[in-house]
């Protein structure tokens, strides 16, 4: 009886469930030796080259407080926020016991474990630095940045997609699941795909839309806070579809971890809206 089973679970199909087949891509996009490019890495590549490309369109709009040049040296400031941050948060936040007792596995970042809260605080630190720096309002490029962001948020679900990590809760009622490599036997939500399309391309269209009302992009802060919240909401309810991670499992009233970081975005991303006052100039 086990042999069949296997062969059942090898083709996608668990206990009597149907599952789509994983498309298993390599995690490694090409090698030179022992020197591996990675899809993970490359999404982290493409998401900061793509977001500066990006900016460099929005801040040529009106009120046009920063020029390109600006946005362009942003970008140092933008990947350390995004790796010390996101690395710092992971350790912080999933696995703080572990990392104190293994300070050392601290650096071992091509082992794995980011985390986005953890890098988004990065990368608040990095704009009010740079704001102060250049002498550019503050709420301005925030707005700016927050419109770029989706683009790294999607790519890095796809590539933990590519990666078979962080994959959902079991669907055996769910005719798209699909039985990853390292999740076991039984048919999952692709709920890296789900966060994908939330915090990537629907973040990403809903902030353009905001971003292109002239009365919005003069009161800075409004498209900060649109992102906090819709980031928000966006990874609540990613989270109860994807499994919570093993080492921490469901915190009370099966809440995770992921939704306990990012409730309190929605509160602040409220208060943002709520303090934006618009620039001299602004359309009536």
Request: aromatic share 16%; with cysteine; hydrophobic share 50%.
């Amino acid at each position: 009886m086990q042999q069949p089973l296997a062969m059942c679970a090898g083709l996608g199909i668990t206990l009597g469930m149907f599952a789509i087949a994983f498309p298993n891509i390599d995690p490694i996009l090409i090698q030179f030796g022992p020197v591996a490019v990675r899809w993970y890495a490359l999404a982290y590549i493409a998401g900061l080259f793509g977001g500066l490309y990006y900016i460099r369109q929005l801040v040529r709009a009106p009120p046009a407080l920063m020029t390109p040049q600006q946005a362009d040296d942003f970008f140092i400031w933008a990947m350390a926020g995004v790796i010390l941050g996101g690395r710092i948060g992971y350790v912080l936040f999933y696995k703080p016991a572990f990392y104190f007792s293994h300070p050392a596995d601290i650096v071992k970042t091509w082992e794995g474990g980011m985390s986005f809260h953890g890098g988004l605080i990065g990368v608040v630190i990095a704009i009010i630095i740079y704001a102060r720096h250049i002498r550019v309002n503050l709420w301005y490029f925030a707005d700016q940045v927050a419109c770029v962001v989706p683009i790294g948020l999607g790519l890095g679900r796809l590539a933990n997609f590519i990666n078979s990590e962080l994959w959902g809760r079991t669907a055996p009622d769910v005719p798209w699941a699909m039985v990853f490599p390292n999740g076991g036997d039984v048919p999952r939500h692709p709920s890296q795909l789900y966060q994908a399309f939330m915090e990537g391309l629907v973040l990403l269209i809903v902030l353009r839309l905001f971003w292109q009302s002239p009365k919005i992009r003069f009161r800075p802060g409004i498209i900060t806070g649109v992102f906090w919240i819709g980031y928000g909401l966006a990874r609540i309810i990613g989270e109860f579809f994807r499994e919570p991670d093993s080492f921490i499992g469901f915190l009370p009233g099966g809440t995770t971890m992921g939704q306990w970081l990012s409730a309190p975005m929605i509160l602040i991303g409220i208060v943002f809206i709520w303090r934006a006052k618009p620039l001299p100039g602004a359309p009536a």
